[in-house]
């Protein structure tokens, strides 16, 4: 059987007081792949910083734990040491950091949190040398600095390199479709793929059905107004993509009468 | 929002490394400034009759003088009488090796990661030590001397190369050219000389390392620097003081000559003594940097890390009269608290094709005030002559100022003149995508200012590079948290 890596209860959250999710429950275990789609202001982004822990995004029912930890009570940074990794919609640009020494800094602050040495600059790099290799990524990427004047695809692809780098047990793609030509979604998809294993999973977010052409999920769940309101496998996604939100938010809507 | 600025207020509280006061006897004049005053200082180091006639030239014209008002920074008028113009370590008797310098200075030194002991040349750094009004050391002159560099305290070389003194001193910042300048023309105490002779290397860096010590007492130093035709020099200046509630003041002007073919890289990490950060105490820092170059295809470079000092006033500043030669201003200011900087450069095109680069990064934190004052004139004679600058500005939290402050002269319709200027906040977006990537948000802050001010750092001098990124670092400690 494989372990619970994070069980959300009756989750709700607020951003400047106004109440965006209303009570989410959702169980991910080790090596399965969840899908969280939904229409635009559903709630979806919303529950990707709530789990990373984003300031102003304010927790104000039910629990989450992460590993069997209280996710709430962990600052930020203690929860990504911890195997928690946010794929940004929008990456944000830091002028002037070099990549890799960003990189690098963010990994062995994960040693020092297990209790590891910090990794120097010349055997991170062998590191970098085989995530890259695994993602197909031009070296430049690497001396530039973090996703300043990086393309839309470009951003991606640098969030799963860092991901593969990183990695996590626990990793939320938010959008990370979105902006992205067939192309460039099939190399991020890909390097999904490639990194998943049976001790880690990953929850993505999406708008669009298209991304799970080529990123398989086990689980899909629809948020719709704060609220996971249908579960299914990956043939939900199909039928959403056939029949539009409509079809089951709509039915919502007769049922909560 | 809220929340985010009662961390950020945190971040901003700092502590001051430096602020230690050594326990060594010294000689004091008493508080005041008159002729006699200026009599004694030249006096007391024996100098020619020349150099005092210049220093009382310098006094008379500084008393009809009046307080400049115009640079953006507010501060109680500074009460010239009850100021000190001299204080130096008692000495023991006459210094015949580095030996032989005070055991008390010498671990004043060591305390500052300043080695006196040649031993230990670990960065290959030559230093010219001076504390309150006196250099009390400098290494590394034997060897310098096998290149015919001299490399010394500024009243060794008025006992030693007085042609050389009255020829260039004050050539480049006369004694009328400004109010603080002229005061430390009639004061300055000591300082250090450096003189590059026609086709050498310097095969070292040389630095001066300031420290202020004796307490009501201000620094006026005065450095001067020659590179004669084909030299090259790089030139490294420190400076810190001890906390004390009074402000001091330190003025002080530097001076260099570039002949034909010449560099001059001059590269500051002022660190004066802040203030605490309730704004009470620190040093007032109104400095005059110039540099001239006076022949073709000269060259000087200035690079400037100030993170101290509650109130910095400083300009350094090129004169671009060879041909074909080139001006540098790299700057990162730093204001935390209650710190006031009005800071920036002054590039004159006289020659023809002259060229000249600004880049100022200026980072606002706490209440501080950073403000950059920048002229580009381009002279009637100037053909081809081009400017490029670049100003930004990075605030940290919502209760600090940037401010720019650009003046453009351009008198010859072939001058390109390029001006680009930038205000960023550090963004809560930016500190959650690092805290996302397990970066503490002080960390987080640091790995941004030290992305935002690369292109100024990297002009560094590496030990100095290194160095400015920690301060930076330490300026900010607190700052979000």
Redesign the interface.
């Known amino acids: 059987m494989s372990k619970q890596l994070i069980e959300i209860k009756n989750l709700s959250a607020n951003i400047n007081g106004k109440e965006i999710l209303k009570g989410i429950n959702l169980t991910v275990n080790e090596g399965e792949v969840h899908a969280i789609m939904g229409p635009n202001g559903s709630g979806k982004s919303t529950l990707g910083y709530v789990l ?5 995004y304010e927790v104000t029912g039910g629990e989450i734990l992460y590993r069997g930890k209280d996710l709430v009570e962990m ?3 203690e ?3 911890e195997g928690l ?2 794929a ?1 919609q929008y ?2 640009e ?4 070099n990549n890799t020494y ?2 690098r ?2 990994y062995n ?2 040693r020092k ?1 297990r209790g590891e040495e910090e990794m120097d600059a010349v055997d991170f790099l062998a590191v970098v040398r085989e995530k890259m290799k695994l993602l197909e990524l031009p070296d430049a990427m690497m001396k530039r ?2 996703n300043e004047g990086f393309s839309g695809g470009e951003k991606k692809r640098n969030e799963i390199f ?1 991901m593969a780098v ?1 990695d996590p047990k626990l990793s939320i793609l938010d959008e990370t479709d979105s902006g992205l030509d067939i192309d460039a979604l099939k190399i991020v998809a890909t390097g999904v793929n490639r990194l998943k294993s049976p001790t880690n999973a990953s929850i993505v977010i999406t708008h669009y059905q298209r991304l799970l052409n080529y990123i398989v999920p086990d689980y899909v769940h629809v948020l719709f107004d704060g609220r996971i309101i249908k579960s299914g496998g990956k043939e939900l996604a199909l039928q959403l993509e056939e029949k539009g939100y409509d079809w089951i938010t709509g039915k919502e809507t007769v049922a909560a009468r | ?1 809220s ?2 600025l009662d961390t950020i207020e945190e971040f901003v509280q700092s502590d001051y490394k430096y602020g230690w006061v050594s326990n060594i006897e010294t000689e004091t004049f008493p508080p005041g400034l008159n002729e006699d005053v200026v009599r004694l200082i030249s006096a007391k180091k024996e100098e020619p009759e020349f150099l005092l006639e210049w220093r009382l030239k310098a006094f008379r014209h500084w008393q009809k003088m009046a307080e400049p008002k115009w640079a953006n920074v507010k501060y109680p008028p500074v009460d010239f009488q009850s100021v000190s113009y001299y204080a130096a370590p008692k000495k023991k008797k006459q210094l015949n090796s580095l030996d032989e310098v005070d055991p008390e200075l010498r671990e004043t030194f060591k305390k500052l990661g300043i080695s006196l002991d040649e031993q230990k040349r670990l960065t290959g750094v030559a230093v010219d030590a001076v504390i309150d009004s006196v250099s009390v050391a400098t290494t590394f002159r034997k060897e310098l001397h096998k290149h015919g560099i001299i490399f010394c305290s500024f009243s060794e070389a008025v006992k030693e190369h007085p042609e050389l003194i009255r020829k260039h001193l004050g050539s480049v910042v006369p004694i009328t050219d400004n109010y603080y300048a002229a005061l430390n023309s009639a004061v300055f105490s000591d300082g250090s000389f450096c003189y590059i002779p026609k086709g050498v290397r310097c095969p070292m860096e040389l630095s001066t390392y300031f420290r202020i010590n004796a307490e009501n007492t201000g620094q006026f130093e005065r450095t001067l620097i020659v590179a004669e035709e084909g030299s090259y020099v790089s030139y490294l200046e420190g400076c810190t003081a001890p906390m004390r509630d009074e402000n001091q003041l330190h003025a002080a002007v530097v001076e260099i000559v570039a002949d034909t073919d010449a560099q001059v890289k001059y590269s500051t990490v002022q660190n004066w003594y802040p203030g605490d950060k309730n704004g009470k105490g620190g040093i007032y820092n109104f400095v005059t940097k110039r540099g001239i170059c006076k022949g073709d295809r000269a060259k000087i470079s200035w690079t400037q890390v100030e993170t101290g000092s509650a109130i910095t006033w400083k300009y350094p500043s090129c004169i671009l009269k060879g041909d074909d030669s080139v001006g540098e201003f790299y700057s990162v200011a730093l204001t935390n608290n209650y710190q006031q900087a009005d800071t920036g450069t002054k590039m004159v095109h006289l020659g023809k094709n002259t060229r000249s680069t600004i880049i100022s990064k200026g980072i606002s934190a706490g209440r501080g005030q950073n403000s950059y004052r920048g002229q580009v004139k381009i002279g009637k004679g100037a053909t081809n002559a081009r400017n490029f600058s670049q100003c930004d500005s990075l605030l940290i939290g919502d209760r600090c100022g940037a401010h720019t402050f650009p003046y453009i002269d351009v008198q010859n319709t072939s001058g390109q003149v390029e001006h680009e200027a930038s205000t960023s906040k550090v ?4 500190i ?10 002080q ?1 987080a802050v640091n ?2 200012v ?6 100024v750092f990297r002009e560094l001098p590496m030990e100095f590079a290194v160095e400015a990124q920690k301060l930076l670092g330490v300026s900010l400690e607190g700052s979000v948290g």
């Open positions: 990373a822990g984003r300031e102003g600052a930020p940074e929860r990504a040491r990794f946010l940004f990456p944000v830091i002028p002037g950091v960003f990189l800094a963010a602050e994960q949190h600095s973090v860092q990183l | 929002m929340e985010a963004g809560e977006d930016q959650f995508y690092l805290n996302q990537r397990g970066i503490e948000t960390d790995m941004i030290n992305g935002f001010c690369k292109e």
